[in-house]
């Protein structure tokens, strides 16, 4: 295949971006649930993509998987690297050729991703026949349960002849973690993989995902509504809201020296520890609006203490694409 | 921290006690896995000894399965436990009929975590409200359901829609106005801002502490979050397989806690602080000891001779 070819001519490139979504828009019917998303993905680089629920992270995660549900268009473009087609126009054939091998992605809710009736480790070993990266059958058994043993799931020989539902929330989240990088994607999408994990159990996955891939250079790209867990994993981070990304940048500079006023907002609320001399935190008034029905303008300007006249029309973005600001009135000194 | 209550300070030396718990058991039977033995069966609370005072902020932390909500269920008298005794203010609820168990939901009330589970659907705001007061056969008034719409920040106008029509932060808000409707004086709340978005948990966490002041509450708060109990509780006792394992101020737990899974429990959760001091996931297991971190943390017992 050509695009694999074009992947081995720089493979590992550090200069070219495994992955970059241009403009990104999803919309049903009337609503624009998703507009102008736009960032990009290095190898080995982790991205954090924050956002509160309703902001349009999940969407933007089926959108490049190309799994969006039915009655939902997507416009723009998303770019592998190594595939001149953009992923938006390709036929169904050829993504599922590439999910599962170059795109990696681990969902929230495993029991519903992993099959029930089938062993996890036969599960695991698809993954690799499926896309012909092992062809020998004993080969891939031994390599499902080398994927599950690096996952550190103890005993792998056992789990691999264990159903899903015979595991734990946080074996199964692992199970799927093995079956995302088995063969080495580009791009590994995580989307709130720990939400319903125990910190513990949390701790030990969120390492186990910064290790995996890093041993594969893969680029990627975390979802999340959990600000710390974000900026624990994450060098870069994406702050979505209303189906915008609202501010872009290094994970220090963005969390130590937020100019938007969402972002000042969110990093408020989410420290515990910083609350005033009553004892109260800080809060953003309102909440987020349901489905879609976001001001037009500025998607934030009716929750924003510094919203006005305007702010009625959308502020575009300033600054580089990976580190800058959709705001009228952004804090701080401009960055240059 | 939330700031010391007033009432403390007004009060002599012995602060009331609340709830006495004195060797809680409560054990569930499994579904039977072979036909020759007795069914297995789980013990969820295992020997609790616990006291709740008058005016407390009581936070109970643990991971899931650790038995933290069905403590609190037995608290409220919604789950009957296997033995042992939990007294409040002195009279036992063990063994008592749900008809003897007037008093206690005149003056204890739960907050759950899922509104969208607690609140009947097919109600409207201001029967979901008012249902409480009517169950203690005080019925009402249009007056009360307006005062605790108040309350609680939500705009009178909501008495007459339902449910469905708020978003989760409201809902929650509408749970907690029904709470106090028959104005108790113990709140129960079993992770009551875990399903909501983080802009919207501060709003809630802010109101309950606002309430607990103004209406002189004691609360017992159930959370598997350590840094929101130790931001809402003055004391705090650590869940672990159906046992406390540690109890002391909110402030000694977070940061200087004692037992080996405390530590673990304080280590794992990720920080904006700490990550901006550099922490890596690695960081966050560093602390925690290998044993510790095991994943099957609900107690199963024994097997039973047939």
Redesign the interface.
């Known amino acids: 295949m050509s695009a694999d070819a074009l992947a081995a001519a720089h493979p590992q490139d550090p200069s070219v971006s495994v992955l970059e979504v241009r403009d990104l828009t999803v919309a049903t019917g009337g609503h624009t649930l998703l507009e102008d998303v736009t960032f990009s993905l290095g190898p080995g680089e982790r991205v954090g993509l924050i956002g509160?629920?309703g902001s349009g992270k999940s969407l933007t995660a089926l959108a490049v998987m190309g799994l969006l549900p039915e009655g939902l268009t997507a416009g723009g473009t998303v770019q592998l690297r190594g595939v001149e087609t953009d992923l938006l126009r390709i036929g169904e054939r050829e993504r599922s050729g590439l999910r599962g091998r170059r795109l990696g992605m681990v969902f929230q809710e495993p029991m519903t991703a992993l099959n029930p009736l089938m062993r996890v480790g036969h599960q695991v070993a698809e993954v690799l026949r499926i896309h012909g990266t092992v062809d020998d059958r004993e080969d891939a058994t031994r390599r499902a349960q080398q994927l599950l043993a690096d996952v550190e799931l103890p005993d792998p020989v056992r789990i691999a002849r264990r159903y899903p539902h015979q595991l734990?929330g946080?074996?199964r989240q692992r199970v799927m973690l093995a079956m995302a990088l088995a063969n080495g994607p580009d791009v590994l999408i995580c989307d709130e993989p720990t939400t319903a994990l125990?910190?513990?159990?949390?701790?030990?996955m969120?390492?186990l995902?910064?290790a995996g891939v890093a041993d594969r250079t893969s680029g990627l790209l975390f979802i999340s509504?959990?600000?710390?867990?974000v900026?624990?994993?994450c060098e870069r981070l994406l702050v979505l809201y209303g189906g915008r990304i609202v501010e872009a940048g290094p994970?220090?500079q963005l969390?130590?020296r937020p100019r938007h006023p969402y972002t000042e907002?969110?990093?408020?609320?989410?420290?515990?520890?910083a609350?005033d001399d009553?004892?109260?935190?800080?809060?953003?008034p309102g909440?987020?609006p349901?489905d879609g029905r976001f001001p037009s303008g500025c998607v934030f300007r009716n929750r924003c203490p510094r919203g006005d006249e305007a702010c009625t029309v959308w502020p575009g973005w300033t600054g580089r694409e990976d580190h800058g600001v959709a705001c009228w009135y952004p804090s701080g000194a401009p960055h240059g | 921290m939330w700031p010391a209550g007033t009432r403390a300070g007004h009060r002599m030396a012995e602060p009331e006690v609340i709830y006495d718990v004195r060797d809680l058991v409560c054990r569930f039977r499994q579904p039977r896995t072979s036909l020759r033995h007795r069914s297995p069966s789980l013990t969820a609370v295992d020997r609790v000894d616990l006291q709740v005072t008058a005016g407390q902020r009581f936070g109970l932390v643990g991971e899931s399965g650790s038995g933290k909500s069905t403590l609190l269920r037995c608290l409220a008298a919604l789950q009957q436990p296997t033995s042992g005794s939990v007294r409040f203010r002195g009279q036992e609820l063990v063994g008592r009929r749900d008809r003897q168990l007037r008093f206690l939901r005149g003056d204890v009330q739960v907050v759950f975590q899922d509104p969208m589970a607690s609140l009947d659907p097919r109600m409207r705001v201001r029967e979901l409200i008012a249902e409480p007061l009517v169950a203690q056969r005080a019925p009402g008034s249009h007056e009360r359901v307006d005062e605790l719409l108040d309350a609680v920040g939500l705009p009178r106008g909501s008495a007459s829609r339902y449910p469905h029509q708020f978003s989760g932060g409201q809902r929650q808000r509408i749970a907690i106005a029904r709470a106090l409707a028959v104005r108790p004086s113990v709140l129960l709340a079993d992770e009551p801002v875990s399903a909501l978005d983080v802009s919207v948990r501060a709003q809630i966490l802010n109101l309950l502490q606002d309430l607990v002041e103004r209406f002189d509450l004691t609360l017992v708060f159930v959370s598997h979050d350590l840094a929101v109990v130790r931001h809402v509780c003055d004391t705090v006792a650590v869940m672990r397989t159906g046992q406390l394992v540690e109890r002391g101020s909110a402030e000694a737990i977070a940061s200087e806690p004692q037992h080996p899974y405390t530590q673990a429990l304080v280590a794992a959760v990720p920080t904006l602080r700490r990550a901006l001091d550099g922490a890596t996931p690695s960081t966050l297991l560093r602390d925690v000891p290998s044993d510790t971190a095991s994943e099957s943390l609900v107690r199963r017992d024994p097997p039973e001779p047939s």
């Open positions: 509160e629920s734990s946080g074996q125990d910190v513990t159990v949390q701790a030990q969120l390492q995902i910064a509504h959990d600000l710390p867990v900026a624990t994993v994970t220090h969390l130590t907002g969110l990093l408020a609320a989410s420290d515990l520890e609350v009553q004892g109260r935190l800080p809060t953003i909440a987020v349901p």
